[in-house]
T-cell receptor
Framework: TQLLEQSPQFLSIQEGENLTVYCNSSSVFSSLQWYRQEPGEGPVLLVTVVTGGEVKKLKRLTFQFGDARKDSSLHITAAQPGDTGLYLC??????????FGTGTKLQVIP | KAGVTQTPRYLIKTRGQQVTLSCSPISGHRSVSWYQQTPGQGLQFLFE???????NKGNFPGRFSGRQFSNSRSEMNVSTLELGDSALYLCASSVGHAESNEKLFFGSGTQLSVL
């Protein structure tokens, strides 16, 4: 069974601070995705990383895929209240068989 | 383009009953996946349907079943409900290519409470 552990589980920070969320596994994934989920809604895809060592930037969000394709990180610069939500990483091994991480609940306080 | 639609939004049932949830994917999408989300277990994969056939299945008991219709709409059924089945049930649609990085579009979910 492929497992994805995220850390930290909860994060409460002040607006303007930086933060990093980690997603780790002992398994190799062909691709890894990050989602954000707001209360009462389904997850929304933020980014997909495919190549080991790949770095993608989405405004203030930076995503990195580990060289061995077993881990990933999400870094947010100057967090804003609108970044509040549940962040989920998801690893894929093909045929839509997606394994979701344990989740990181982020609260950004104005 | 309309998003993924799940009905009903909320559902309250009692133990032993059965329930059917519905999902209408984005037009043109042929794959529908179902997930169960709980605070303790997170998001867990139930099953995936493509062209009316179950293509993938997670580790859930046989009480959880699904089907897909020719118009790609999907339903999932849970029989003999247990308290532990209380969860947010999410449906995701995608084009359906067998690619590992295909984009999933989620609905808002059905919140099921079993009393």
């Amino acid at each position: 069974t492929q497992l994805l552990e995220q850390s930290p589980q909860f994060l409460s920070i002040q607006e303007g601070e930086n933060l990093t969320v980690y997603c780790n596994s002992s398994s190799v994934f062909s691709s890894l995705q990050w989602y954000r989920q707001e209360p009462g809604e389904g997850p929304v895809l933020l980014v997909t990383v495919v190549t080991g060592g790949e770095v993608k930037k989405l405004k203030r969000l930076t995503f990195q895929f580990g060289d061995a394709r077993k881990d990933s990180s999400l870094h947010i610069t100057a967090a804003q209240p609108g970044d509040t939500g549940l962040y989920l990483c998801a690893g894929s091994g093909g045929y839509q068989k997606v394994t979701f991480g344990t989740g990181t609940k982020l609260q950004v306080i104005p | 383009k309309a998003g993924v639609t799940q009905t009903p939004r909320y559902l309250i049932k009692t133990r032993g009953q059965q329930v059917t949830l519905s999902c209408s994917p984005i037009s043109g999408h042929r794959s529908v996946s179902w997930y169960q989300q709980t605070p303790g277990q997170g998001l867990q994969f139930l099953f995936e349907y493509f062209s009316e056939t179950q293509r993938n299945k997670g580790n859930f008991p046989g009480r959880f079943s699904g089907r897909q219709f020719s118009n790609s709409r999907s339903e999932m059924n849970v029989s003999t409900l247990e308290l532990g089945d209380s969860a947010l049930y999410l449906c995701a649609s995608s084009v359906g290519h067998a690619e590992s990085n295909e984009k999933l579009f989620f609905g808002s979910g059905t919140q099921l409470s079993v009393l």
